[in-house]
């Protein structure tokens, strides 16, 4: 098989190096890859890395704004959830008679639901389309299916003419969702050699993350003045213009499918049968791998006990963001008396926490830089931790910096400034616990991902549910400094693992030694 793209004796595909994009190839050549002359390989304008810089940024760009998309709808439904039981003010009151708590007669804990079962659709998605991308169909025939049926059953949600309807349809948008918070990853990796993907990757890895954070402050100013259906009506057109984007300008960036693609071209051009991709000759079955990927993710969480740790971290982090979306109604708007749409503008502190840490990215590819100088081009996994431990001092001191201005006669200003190190510290958590399960676990990267992925939806979608029963119970500093307590417990672990990580890899039967 040519330089340029190659199949590992595990049959996973490995992207081409800088060096062999430049090789110049073609089909007649083929015989001096395993003596085939009717193996198709790679040539250079075949190789996504070879496209032009804007061509794949504007990639990366629209994938990236349809991941926000897809992790806004998880907690666009929030603002108005928490809003059907405040009496606060008559715009509040006159909403909530249009409310879907009192449209569909049912408890606060039920419709909070709504969030919990869209998340945990997006955690189980993976396990579906992760395969189902690499097997079969690629990148793009995902990314569009994905969001056509995400459009399509985004309008039983809308219309949803009793509690049931409305709450299956959001665990199924979620699992159509999800293809965008498992497959995208690789589509970043496809465009970019490693010497120039922490900026892309860093774009992408920040989207689920903004997403979230917009959906409140989007559905503050809907429902300050509409109904609640509006709220999903204003994201059916956003998903329709996503749409449009990923069919017009995201191409397939996949290279065992572009040449599978290749081989059918030639087949038909040539008249000659026999010309074949590796993708056509790969055995098992779609159901088979679907198989592997939903058990080996967690074997993974059973038996190494650094990726458990790891998760678990990542897991509570998430599920302290989503019970954020039913605690700043209670600080903001219980306690400091604001109506919808100023209570959502108080989601700005986490992101502008977001942004200002995308903004450091410059500075951690320089350190990248010295420290792959240091280690002749192979460094350990263990130095994308670096940024981890940033982020573990900054989460929990954000949160306590939250708890203890909750007050009533503390300036509101106050919790939001404090809001910002947090947003801070999930970037920094994030980006470098993923990075590192990546290279860590590489050879089973997408199962180490996936296992991530699982228990993070699971806090995600279970910290809501009880998050109003623990405020009224701990009141807003209590609550807010237990969750700050709990992050505080798991901050030692970039730091840990960054020194004995090595070791404990060399023992695992999972990690790359």
Not at 120 to 125: A, D, F, M, R
Not at 368 to 379: I, L, M
């Amino acid at each position: 098989m040519s330089a340029l793209t190659r199949i590992s004796e595990s049959g996973s595909f490995t992207q081409p190096n800088d060096d062999a994009a430049t090789i110049k190839t073609d089909v007649s050549t083929s015989q001096d890859a395993e003596g085939d002359p009717h193996l198709v390989v790679l040539e250079p304008q075949d190789n996504p890395q070879n496209m032009s810089l804007f061509r794949r940024w504007l990639a990366v760009l629209i994938i990236s704004s349809a991941s926000l998309c897809v992790t806004c709808d998880s907690s666009i439904a929030s603002h108005f959830i928490s809003h059907f039981w405040s009496r606060l003010t008559v715009l509040q009151a006159a909403f909530t008679e249009q409310g879907a708590a009192q449209t569909f007669h049912v408890s606060h804990e039920v419709t909070i639901l709504g969030i919990s079962l869209y998340v945990i659709g997006l955690g189980i998605g993976p396990l579906l389309v992760g395969p189902l991308s690499e097997l079969y169909a690629g990148r793009n025939v995902v990314y569009q299916a994905s969001y056509v049926f995400f459009f399509i059953f985004t309008f039983p949600v809308v219309f949803a003419p009793n509690i049931a309807v409305f709450l299956v349809f959001r665990l199924i948008t979620g699992f159509c969702g999800s293809a965008f918070l498992s497959v995208a990853g690789g589509s970043v990796s496809d465009m970019f050699p490693n010497s120039s993907i922490a900026s892309p990757m860093a774009v992408y890895t920040i989207s689920p993350f903004i997403g979230p954070v917009a959906g409140p402050l989007i559905a503050g100013f809907i429902n300050q003045h509409l109904y609640w259906e509006w709220t999903y009506r204003v994201q059916l057109c956003w998903i329709f213009v996503e749409l449009l984007m990923l069919a017009t300008f995201v191409p397939e960036t996949y290279v065992p499918v572009i040449l599978k693609k290749k081989a059918k071209r030639l087949r038909e051009s040539t008249g000659d049968s026999k010309f074949y991709a590796p993708l056509d000759r790969r055995e098992g079955s779609l159901a088979s791998a679907i198989i592997v990927s939903c058990y080996t993710p967690f074997q993974l969480l059973l038996f190494d006990r650094m990726a458990l740790l790891l998760d678990s971290w990542n897991a509570l982090i998430l599920g302290i963001l989503y019970l954020a979306f039913q605690a700043f109604p209670i600080i903001f708007g219980d306690i400091h008396g604001f109506n919808m749409q100023t209570t959502g503008l108080t989601f700005i502190g986490i992101g502008l926490g977001m942004l200002s840490a995308i903004s450091t990215q410059p500075l951690w590819n320089r350190l990248y830089a010295r420290e792959t100088a240091k280690y002749n081009g192979d460094p350990p996994p263990e130095m994308r931790l670096i940024m981890g431990q940033v982020g573990a001092i900054l989460v929990p001191v954000g949160l306590f910096w939250l708890a203890f201005t909750t007050y009533p006669q503390v300036h509101w200003i106050a919790p939001i400034i404090a809001s910002v190190p947090f947003g801070s510290g999930i970037y920094f958590v994030f980006t470098s616990t993923f990075t590192y399960l990546v290279t860590a676990y590489r050879p089973i990267a997408a199962s180490a991902m996936a296992s991530n992925s699982a228990m993070r939806s699971a806090f995600a979608a279970a910290f809501p549910l009880f998050a109003g029963a623990m405020y009224d119970r701990l009141g807003t500093v209590g609550a807010t400094a237990l969750l700050a307590g709990l992050a505080t417990l798991m901050a030692p672990l970039p730091f840990i693992f960054y020194r004995i990580g090595a070791r404990l890899r060399k023992s695992s039967r999972f990690a790359a030694h």
